[in-house]
């Protein structure tokens, strides 16, 4: 007789985050509670000649504090934003290391451009002296994966390393492959979390050439309107965040502080356009119905959504469409809040601090609000706790995250419930 084993729960354990709203929990979950914006004028490079000026650019961090002096001048910014969070993540969580079982653990990164500020110096500079004005760490910053390496090289884990780039639904795609190693038996405890440093001169160029970036300049916490009829695209922002994924009973033995838990993920893609997502929604829909599907759960279980929530008429149409198609006449009655006019759009670590702020309001049983939202968009009609926070105590929180090449995923977290 064949007895069924029951499924290994996934749960929340610890959290860091590095991000322009602030680089520990209690300062980041209070802008974001109270939609203080952390938007304002680029300082990093001049931007007189183009449209766009403004961004969320982390203040006050300083890389010796979390790396060490040697270790920060190694490192590119992107690198230094990760290695930070993993840390402080792995502090949230009072993992102890040398306890535990290196061949047990792992680390799964998300990121879209890390490495582009390496890649563009080291290009410069071959120009410029040839190869030998190479610096030795080009290669080590220049590699789009060294983020997940150099977090395991850092802690001593030696069970599992990879990096996920699949855009801005890198970082949901990272947590829901952590969950995944965790209950397929493959590892007791991981590290999940993404990292973006975009703000490089060429690169903010680009993105000034695509148009999706918003131009009111002149009022930076007003900005990024998601939702809203003067809505114009997004703020840009920079960071990490990371998450600690363990299964429950490896939690329960060691006493963790359980934060919340990983209840689905799904993932999908449209196929439809390189930029643009399909106008029915379709493929965040089809995530949404994934991840209920995993978690086992009825749409009406969900009390609360966190929005992709760009600030561009396509996607925030889309998403519309999207949770209007899976709720039904219910849709109305589910709280939906963009957080990213707070935080800026962090690209492929946007999941994972957008996670983080899931799991927070688990545990606040606070709704953070979708600021600067004045008079709905045409097609817009959804409840997106505009302004203010909502006090709730929410059971269910979704995450949903969209990005290029129509790459749709979406994350279900839950309130932990302690096992009968």
Not at 122 to 138: D, I, N, Q, R, V
Request: proline fraction near 5%.
């Amino acid at each position: 007789m064949t007895v069924t084993q029951p499924p290994r729960r996934v749960v929340v354990t610890g959290l860091g985050v590095i991000a322009p709203n602030g680089c520990d929990l209690g300062t980041f979950w209070q802008s974001v509670r109270d939609g203080v914006s952390a938007a304002g004028p680029i300082s990093r490079f001049d931007v007189s000649k183009v449209p766009h000026k403004i961004a969320a650019e982390v203040q006050g961090f300083e890389p010796a504090r979390y790396l060490g002096a040697k270790q920060a001048r190694r490192f590119e910014r992107c690198l230094q934003y990760e290695l930070a969070a993993a840390g402080l993540a792995a502090k949230d969580a009072a993992l102890d290391f040398n306890r535990l079982d290196a061949d047990r653990l792992g680390i799964v990164d998300a990121s879209t451009v890390n490495g582009i500020e390496s890649t563009l110096k080291a290009h410069l500079a071959f120009l410029e002296h040839g190869y030998k004005g190479m610096s030795p760490f080009t290669f080590i910053n220049a590699y789009s994966g060294s983020g997940s390496g150099e977090v395991a090289l850092h802690l001593g884990i030696k069970g599992h390393a990879i990096t996920y780039c699949s855009g801005s639904a890198s970082g949901n795609d990272a947590i829901g492959y952590a969950a995944n190693m965790i209950r397929n038996d493959e590892a007791d405890l991981m590290l999940a979390g993404g990292c973006e440093a975009p703000l490089i001169e060429a690169f903010w160029h680009g993105f000034c050439v695509n148009k999706v970036m918003t131009r009111r300049n002149e009022e930076p916490a007003r900005a990024m309107r998601p939702f809203d009829r003067s809505r114009d695209g997004f703020v840009m922002g920079e960071g990490a965040a990371f998450l600690v994924l363990e299964e429950l009973a490896h939690a329960l033995d060691r006493r963790a502080h359980i934060r919340a838990e990983v209840l689905g993920q799904g993932r999908s893609c449209e196929a439809y356009h390189s930029v643009l997502p399909h106008p029915d929604g379709a493929g965040i829909y089809r995530a949404m119905e994934k991840a209920l599907r995993q978690a086992r759960l009825h749409p009406s279980e969900v009390d609360y959504i966190n929005a992709h929530g760009t600030a561009t008429e396509s996607n925030d149409l889309a998403e519309t469409r999207a949770i209007k198609r899976l709720f039904g006449p219910a849709a109305t009655r589910v709280a939906v809040s963009a957080t990213k006019p707070v935080t800026g759009h962090l690209l492929g670590a946007a999941g994972v601090l957008e996670a983080v702020i899931c799991v927070l309001a688990l545990e606040q049983a606070v709704i953070p609000p979708t600021i600067n939202l004045d008079e709905p968009a045409e097609g817009c009609d959804l409840d997106y706790v505009p302004l203010r926070p909502r006090p709730y105590p929410v059971r269910v929180a979704m995450n949903l995250n969209s990005g290029f090449g129509g790459k749709n995923s979406c994350l279900v977290l839950g309130r932990f419930r302690t096992p009968e």
